[in-house]
T-cell receptor, first 112, second 116 residues
Framework: DQQVKQNSPSLSVQEGRISILNCDYTNSMFDYFLWYKKYPAEGPTFLISISSIKDKNEDGRFTVFLNKSAKHLSLHIVPSQPGDSAVYFCAASAYNTDKLIFGTGTRLQVFP | NAGVMQNPRHLVRRRGQEARLRCSPMKGHSHVYWYRQLPEEGLKFMVYLQKENIIDESGMPKERFSAEFPKEGPSILRIQQVVRGDSAAYFC??????????????FGQGTRLTVV
C-alpha cells in the first residue's frame, strides 16, 4: 500500500526552465510534507517542507504547493540548473507520529 | 557539529552471516529512523527509535532483523543470517521531535550492504 506516490519516475528539463515534480498521497492524517534531494551514493538531503496549515512555502528557487482537497503537492524549481539533477523524494508525516513515509522518487535531469 | 554518521559505508557479507550497521545521530537528536532502499526503489521505512525505546517497527521484517538505540552509543541495525535479498542501501536519519513541524530529519550517507 503506497501511501505517498510519485507517478513520474523521471523528468528532463532544459536549464533555465521550470521543473515541476508531483506527489500524491492517500492518507488524510498526513499533515506535514517534505521534499528531499538525493545524489547517487549519498544520503537524502532536506530541501523544503510545508505544513498542512499552509498551501505554499517558498525558499529561493524552490516552492512547494499543497492542495489538501486533492491530496497533492508539487515542487517547483525555477530556474532549473544542471546541479539540480538528482532524485527527488516526497515524504509525509501524520500528526500522531514522527515517522516519514517516502514516495518512490523522481529522477530529474537538467540539461544545458 | 557533525552530521549523522553511519558506518561502515560498504559492507559485504556471505549468505548466513550477520550484518551490523551503526548510526550515530546528530548531537542533540533523540530520534533515530532506519530506512532501506532497494535498487531502483524508494526509501522504505523500517523502524523508529528513541533512546532505549522502539517506537514503531512496523516496517521491519518479522524475522532476522532487529534494531536498538541504547542509552549510550550508536543505534544498531542487526541483520542475522543475511540472504541475497537483503542487499540494499540502509539509511539512518535523526531528528528532534518532528511534531513541532518546523524541523526535518537529517540523513546519513548510508551503508551499502552486499550479500554474496
Amino acid at each position: 500500500d503506497q501511501q505517498v506516490k510519485q507517478n513520474s519516475p523521471s523528468l528532463s528539463v532544459q536549464e533555465g526552465r521550470i521543473s515541476i515534480l508531483n506527489c500524491d498521497y492517500t492518507n488524510s492524517m498526513f499533515d506535514y510534507f517534505l521534499w528531499y534531494k538525493k545524489y547517487p551514493a549519498e544520503g537524502p538531503t532536506f530541501l523544503i517542507s510545508i505544513s498542512s496549515i499552509k498551501d505554499k512555502n517558498e525558499d529561493g528557487r524552490f516552492t512547494v504547493f499543497l492542495n489538501k482537497s486533492a491530496k497533492h503537492l508539487s515542487l517547483h524549481i525555477v530556474p532549473s540548473q544542471p546541479g539540480d539533477s538528482a532524485v527527488y523524494f516526497c515524504a509525509a508525516s501524520a500528526y500522531n507520529t514522527d515517522k516519514l513515509i517516502f514516495g518512490t522518487g523522481t529522477r530529474l535531469q537538467v540539461f544545458p | 557539529n557533525a552530521g549523522v554518521m553511519q558506518n561502515p559505508r560498504h559492507l559485504v557479507r556471505r549468505r548466513g552471516q550477520e550484518a551490523r550497521l551503526r548510526c550515530s545521530p546528530m548531537k542533540g537528536h533523540s530520534h533515530v529512523y532506519w530506512y532501506r532502499q532497494l535498487p531502483e526503489e524508494g526509501l522504505k521505512f523500517m523502524v523508529y527509535l528513541q533512546k532505549e525505546n522502539i517506537i514503531d517497527e512496523s516496517g521491519m521484517p518479522k524475522e532476522r532483523f532487529s534494531a536498538e538505540f541504547p542509552k549510550e552509543g550508536p543505534s544498531i541495525l542487526r541483520i542475522q543470517q543475511v540472504v541475497r535479498g537483503d542487499s540494499a542501501a540502509y539509511f539512518c536519519a535523526s531528528s528532534p521531535p518532528l511534531s513541532g513541524r518546523d524541523t526535518e530529519a537529517f540523513f546519513g550517507q548510508g551503508t551499502r550492504l552486499t550479500v554474496v
